[in-house]
């Protein structure tokens, strides 16, 4: 009888997380993932069947940290739309300071993967849809509270949302001149306030 896991394995997904989104799936070996996460080959297939399964798992819980970030910071605010420019605010600081990581591991994938592999779209996804959906949530209580029109699509503005949030994360990996990420959001914000 096979010998259970002795491993956390939130930290080995972070680790191999690391390499991914480093390196990018294709460009990362088991050989480097072996190395990263300090376990045998055979410790990675018999808990996550192949590379793909160890990708999709890391995928699986950025998406759902990501998840739960925006969730934490959204809801229960006294100002859904100051709140949602709040967010645009911390994300160009980020890319304007290059203080972390910048680039989002999610979209990463999807320049990388998501037109050839269906399985790692279906992954993302069901992840932009549940961010996509606290967007649209936060939306409808600034409706409610009178921040935005009543005839507001918040679903749309919610796309809208999204779509800008991607592009901002795509130029942090441009490393853009100083500015030009503030510019984009101003944009955003102003949309918002129309």
């Not at 191999?16 to 294709?26: I, L, N, V």
């Not at 297939?45 to 990501?66: H, I, N, W």
């Not at 739309?81 to 600081?93: K, M």
């Not at 509270?145 to 999204?162: Q, S, Y």
Request: net charge negative.
């Amino acid at each position: 009888m096979a010998r259970p896991a002795q491993f956390d394995r939130g930290e080995i997904l972070d680790k191999a997380m690391q390499a991914f989104w480093e390196h990018g799936y294709c460009a990362t070996s088991m050989a480097n993932l072996v190395e990263t996460t300090d376990l045998k080959p055979g410790s990675l297939y018999a808990a996550f069947e192949s590379k793909q399964g160890l990708f999709l798992a890391t995928l699986d819980r950025y998406g759902a940290g990501s998840t739960e970030k925006l969730r934490q910071h959204l809801e229960g605010a006294d100002s859904p739309l100051r709140a949602i420019e709040t967010y645009f605010d911390q994300l160009v600081e980020r890319i304007e300071t290059q203080s972390e990581q910048t680039s989002c591991f999610l979209v990463n994938t999807v320049l990388e993967l998501s037109r050839r592999d269906s399985e790692v779209r279906e992954h993302i996804n069901k992840h932009f849809a549940q961010i996509e959906s606290i967007f649209v949530t936060a939306l409808e209580h600034a409706r409610a509270k009178g921040e935005l029109g009543t005839d507001t699509d918040c679903e749309a503005l919610a796309a809208f949302l999204m779509n800008n949030i991607w592009g901002l994360r795509v130029l942090a990996g441009t490393q853009p001149t100083p500015g030009r990420a503030q510019q984009v959001a101003g944009f955003v914000k102003q949309a918002l306030r129309q």
